[in-house]
């Protein structure tokens, strides 16, 4: 089985329409979309729950008031500033702070507080009209986003496996950190997308540095490269120093707004001009088949 | 007065509105604290001189193997599993996956289990080119995954003399929660798309489970759809500003250039959503 990752660094470069126009591209495989506080593949490719599941990833501390002597122990013992005192209402935690570590539980003299799981968001199994995916939502203002990033890789593999599909198509979360750095694990193939501006540069140098940390070949996709074809430019010039091979590029189309304004992925938008961007993804498509099969 | 600059999606225009903000503010003194630590890039606008560079730590647990008895009570009381002990022999630290809570030294029967600083990243602190505007920053290690610590320390060096601007980074988890925090005003950025109203409720959720008041600014106006204005029409929220989608902004923002400088009629612009905020803050 094969497993591809899209991801930016920078965020809004243009993952998830390209992973939306991948899935109906691809033959024989199950989609995934790791972005899992923020998810909107779901928009293009219209799921149909078929299974949904809880995710408890993280404890939370819970405080029996009646318990409370209000000595303040709580608040001296945790490193997350979660527990404070008000005066209209005495000691209390601050759930979206709290990171379920259970030094406050340990320390509380009265033994008024205790760690409690918490459902912190929500794993789906769909099927689409392009084959199987799975999904996700994180509460708002939840924790532990790659712990579910996880779960929802775990969901895709398994339904790979009995569906007998040999790829999974994984749309990442923007950034470098714990949602990313999960969605890279064990992948054939980390796609970065990025844009010709200088902040999509500086972000790629950082993003191809994580991919390579932990090493993944990557490949780069150039979005809009037409925006200012000096940066894309010197985004090639970095991409050939490095021997990162340039997977595509892709001009800026108002056809991938008018797709997405209509929910479809813009490779299978009808619309009555002819769109190079859809064209163009479909020939790196083909193009990234072949790397990945190497 | 701290206001935070967000939203759901990313790469809808969050330095931008933040950057532009900031320079148009004549007279009051700005501080501008970028805590997208993953990828920040307002540094790349502003050319500041960088004053001060300075680790940034968290604590992991250093075992004292003169003291440890293998007895094996810090291991299970760790949610993270951040250690494993091996009787007799060792006990392992996976410093990547502690939190830095401290429990483990307090459960720790022998006193055997003391904590040393791990860096995460660094903070730069400096000036713009023009000596306007304080920029602090956090760069984020490569392969480091949480970035929470590191935001708090860059928010630690938060000056409340100061007009202060915070860049968030994208998203409605933990990272968010921390950047927007404790501030007197949240500005969610969004684009006129599906993506964009999708994210932009989640932000909006985040925001009112926080009880910080924001409203909204639409960049790359006139693309998309007219949801987004309906939306914020039915639940009350205040359009602060759109911002065209113009070829020329989008020509500056890839040349790393804040629009306000080359397009003065802006300024007025922002520094009247400034002033409304203001008001509406009190």
Not at chain 1, 41 to 59: A, D, R, S
Not at chain 1, 202 to 223: G, M, Q, T, W, Y
Not at chain 2, 94 to 118: K, M, N, T, Y
């Amino acid at each position: 089985m094969r497993q591809l990752t899209v991801i930016s660094g920078k965020g809004g470069t243009g993952k998830t329409t390209l992973v939306g126009s991948f899935a109906v591209l691809a033959e024989n495989k199950v989609i995934a979309d790791c972005d899992v506080d923020a998810p909107d593949l779901h928009l293009l490719l219209h799921p149909e729950i078929l299974t949904k599941q809880e995710f408890k990833g993280v404890k939370i501390a819970v405080m029996d008031k009646t318990l409370c002597t209000e000595c303040g122990t709580c608040e001296e013992t945790c490193r997350f500033n979660a527990i404070a005192s008000t005066e209209e209402s005495g000691y209390a935690v601050n759930q979206a702070r709290c990171e379920g570590c259970g030094a406050c539980v340990f320390m509380c003299p009265q033994e008024a507080l205790t760690l409690q799981e918490r459902v912190s968001g929500y794993a789906f199994i769909s099927k689409t009209k392009y084959g199987a995916m799975a999904h996700a939502q994180l509460n708002v203002a939840e924790e532990a986003s790659g712990k579910l990033v996880t779960l929802v890789r775990e969901n895709a593999r398994q339904t790979a496996e009995k569906e007998g599909c040999e790829l999974i198509l994984i749309d990442g979360a923007p950034g470098i950190g714990c949602p990313v750095i999960a969605s890279l694990g064990g992948v054939d193939l980390a796609l970065i997308v990025t844009e010709p501006t200088q902040s999509g540069l500086h972000d790629l140098k950082r993003i191809l540095s994580v991919v390579e940390h932990f090493s993944v070949k990557p490949s780069v996709c150039i979005n809009k490269y037409d925006i200012n074809e000096e940066v894309t430019g010197e985004i090639e010039a970095f991409c050939r120093e490095k021997g990162t091979e340039i997977a595509g590029k892709i001009l800026y189309d108002d056809t991938i707004t008018k797709a997405m304004v209509a929910g479809v992925p813009v490779v299978a938008f009808e619309s009555e001009l002819k769109s190079t961007a859809a064209e163009e993804i479909t020939l790196m498509w083909h193009r990234i088949e072949r790397i990945i099969q190497q | 007065m701290i206001i935070s600059v967000a939203s759901g999606k990313g790469g809808t225009g969050k330095t931008t509105v933040a950057l532009n903000l900031a320079l148009s503010l004549s007279n009051v003194q700005v501080q501008l604290l970028d805590c997208d630590v993953e990828e920040p890039n307002s540094h790349i606008f502003l050319n500041p001189v960088i004053e001060e560079t300075k680790p940034a730590q968290t604590l992991v647990p250093k075992v004292n193997y003169e003291l440890c008895d293998y007895c094996g009570k810090c291991a299970p009381a760790c949610e993270y599993n951040a250690l494993v002990v091996l009787p007799e022999k060792e006990v392992m630290v996976f410093p990547e996956l502690c939190h830095g809570c401290g429990l483990c030294s307090l459960v720790c029967p022998q006193e055997a289990i003391s904590e040393e600083p791990r860096e995460i990243g660094v903070i730069k602190k400096g000036r713009s080119g023009d000596g306007k505007i304080d920029l602090v920053y956090g760069l984020l290690n490569i392969g480091e995954v949480k970035a929470t610590p590191l935001i708090d320390q860059v928010k630690a060096e938060l000056n409340p003399a100061k007009t202060v601007i915070i860049d968030v980074p994208p998203g409605t988890a933990c990272p968010v929660i921390a950047a927007v925090q404790s501030t007197d005003y949240c500005i969610l950025v969004t684009e006129p798309t599906p993506f964009g109203l999708y994210d932009l409720k989640l932000a909006v959720e985040v925001l009112r489970v926080l009880k910080i008041p924001f409203g909204i600014v639409v960049n790359k106006a006139g693309i998309g759809d007219r949801k987004v204005y309906e939306y914020c029409a039915k639940e009350g929220i205040p359009i602060l500003l759109e911002i065209p989608h113009d070829k020329r902004i989008a020509r500056y923002y890839s040349e790393g250039v804040p629009f306000v400088r080359e397009m003065p009629e802006w300024e007025e612009r922002f520094a009247g959503m400034m002033k409304s905020i203001k008001e509406y803050v009190g």
